[in-house]
């Protein structure tokens, strides 16, 4: 990967004024929001994780794949 640190962050920004801007109408919020949910899900599973930071795990890991492509 050749991106560097700037171009990651570029895209996050774009991406998330897009969601911001188009709601669910957005192709990212629906993927983001069931990533978020099922990081959620999960820590209620495991032991030591909270909710909180599962959710936020599960949306972030999703984002990220879908800056990536």
């Known amino acids: 990967m050749n991106d560097s640190p700037n171009d990651i962050i570029d895209d996050a920004k774009a991406e998330l004024s897009g969601m911001a801007k188009e709601g669910m109408h957005h192709p990212s919020t629906k993927p983001v ?32 794949k879908r800056i990536r492509k």
């Open 33 to 64: 929001l069931t990533g978020a949910a099922v990081g959620a899900v999960a820590a209620a599973i495991l032991p030591l994780v909270t909710w909180p930071i599962g959710l936020a795990i599960g949306a972030g890991t999703v984002f990220y």
